[in-house]
């Protein structure tokens, strides 16, 4: 039994849209970082890399490790519990460990040409860099073989775990030592008062809402893939049976 | 069964299997024979690589001893679910009717128990072997059970979702080494504090230490007894 080709597809009318609008954004967003923001006072033209550091932060940690644990939660919860919202999680910690690494190495791009070193054990990038491996190790638990409904209920208790443990990591490694700036938007003195103005600011939230399309559009194609890949494994056991059946009918 | 009584029986059983843990250990004798001879190993390691310079052994002495004690205590867990998977014996805890949480409990509290016993060794090389001197033994008390049972319960809660599984003495460290980073972090810290006399500088990390430990036995009580489930 073969799958028709229409519904072996992941894109549909709605992710071509989308994936389109991502391409776009994206490249107005390349624009904007490279030639039409000015360099700045300090940093030269480093800064532009930050167009992509904090967009590329934004879509991992809070909109992919968000996602993947409130998925999770919403398996566990029995009321709830269904196969969609599994591969939802692992669909998108698969994206968020991807653009966690391209955040973790831009940063250290930057870091080498501003603060003189690839790496340094600052707060945030310690906290990163745990994160970073707390999500691999779930992707890992998620390959484990076993029956699809424990292998589930095992990733989304894994996914769980890893939660409790980021604003502790968060806190220790925030007490230990601290060299990264504030965050640019999110506390509570600079929300008022952003300390970039003007071109810089309008190019870094253009950049957020590029990488926010691009996780929508990358997560339609990424769940589909899984949902097909479920299915398939679903009909070749279907088809198994069948034969087995057909033997026995027959002898 | 009203709470009370499932609170009784859960701890009942958490002795339970706490005492037979600690026997099979203490008859089979691998714990002693093993883990506490690699523990004093990883020290004996550790002096080699840092250049036996006295003074930098004694400035890193607390990051050596957690770090010691977090390796030895990944092989402690292994062991406690190694034990299981002999003789198909999970499958007679499941069928044993025990308290889930109970169970967590036993198995958490006797690796725990074979922490602080390592710890008590581990302590006794530092001061021989780094020439460590001991002060603070306030903090350093209160630091060793917080960090002792948050390793114990954090790595409890993994071990069960490794237990049983081809791959599961590798799976193990690269799940637990990274949620026992803030552990490894605030102990080290703490210790120092106390060792150098500034115990002021410690109190917030032996905080840390107790939540920590807090999270992780309330995650294990409500999460292990879904995991032995299906491990």
Not at chain 1, 167 to 188: C, G, K, M
Not at chain 1, 210 to 230: G, K, S
Not at chain 2, 90 to 106: K, V
Not at chain 2, 121 to 134: A, D, F, P, S
């Amino acid at each position: 039994m073969t799958i028709s080709p229409s519904s072996a597809s992941t894109s549909s009318r709605t992710t071509t849209i989308l994936g389109w609008l991502t391409v776009v954004s994206l490249a107005l967003t390349a624009v904007m970082a490279l030639v039409i923001s000015p360099a700045d006072v300090n940093m030269g033209d480093s800064v532009r890399l930050l167009y992509l550091h904090v967009p590329t932060a934004w879509l991992a940690m809070y909109v992919s490790f968000g996602v993947t644990t409130l998925a999770s939660v919403l398996y566990l919860w029995k009321r709830t519990r269904s196969r969609f919202w599994d591969l939802t999680a692992g669909a998108s910690a698969e994206i968020g460990v991807l653009f966690l690494g391209l955040t973790l190495l831009i940063g250290a791009i930057w870091g080498r040409i501003t603060w003189g070193v690839w790496w340094t054990w600052d707060a945030r990038l310690t906290t990163t860099a745990v994160l970073f491996v707390l999500y691999i190790g779930y992707l890992a638990v998620r390959k484990v073989p076993a029956s699809p409904e424990v292998q589930s209920r095992r990733a989304a208790i894994v996914a769980i775990a890893a939660f409790l443990d980021v604003p502790i990591v968060h806190f220790a490694v925030e007490w230990w030592r601290t060299l990264h700036q504030d965050a640019t938007f999110l506390s509570d003195r600079r929300l008022l008062d952003p300390q970039i103005g003007g071109t810089m600011a309008w190019t870094l939230f253009l950049g957020v809402v590029a990488f926010t399309l691009l996780y929508c559009w990358l997560m339609a194609h990424r769940f589909r893939l899984a949902w097909l890949e479920d299915r398939l494994a679903d009909r070749a056991m279907q088809v198994a049976i069948d034969e087995r059946r057909a033997e026995a009918v027959q002898s | 069964m009203g709470p009370r009584r499932g609170r009784q029986a859960m701890w009942r059983d958490a002795a339970l299997v706490a005492g037979k843990d600690l026997r099979v250990e203490a008859r089979s004798r691998v714990g002693i024979n093993q883990v506490v001879p690699f523990a004093l190993l990883v020290l004996i390691v550790f002096a080699f690589a840092l250049d036996s310079d006295r003074n930098m052994l004694i400035s890193a002495g607390p990051g050596l001893f957690w770090v010691t004690v977090m390796f030895s205590g990944l092989l402690a867990i292994q062991r406690s679910f190694v034990i299981e998977s002999d003789d198909d014996a999970r499958d007679a805890l499941r069928l044993s009717g025990l308290d889930g949480a109970g169970i967590f409990l036993g198995k958490a509290g006797a690796v725990a128990a074979q922490l602080a016993l390592l710890e008590v060794v581990l302590t006794l090389g530092v001061i021989v072997l780094y020439g460590v001197e001991l002060r603070g033994p306030v903090m350093l008390l209160l630091t060793c059970l917080a960090a002792t049972v948050g390793l114990a319960a954090a790595g409890t809660v993994y071990g069960i979702i490794a237990a049983g599984l081809r791959v599961r003495d590798t799976l193990l460290p690269l799940l637990v080494l990274p949620v026992l980073a803030p552990v490894l972090l605030a102990a080290a810290r703490a210790c120092e504090a106390a060792l150098a006399g500034t115990p002021a500088d410690g109190w917030p990390w032996v905080r840390l230490l107790f939540v920590f430990a807090i999270i992780y036995v309330t995650f294990g009580v409500v999460a292990f007894g879904p995991l032995l489930e299906e491990a």
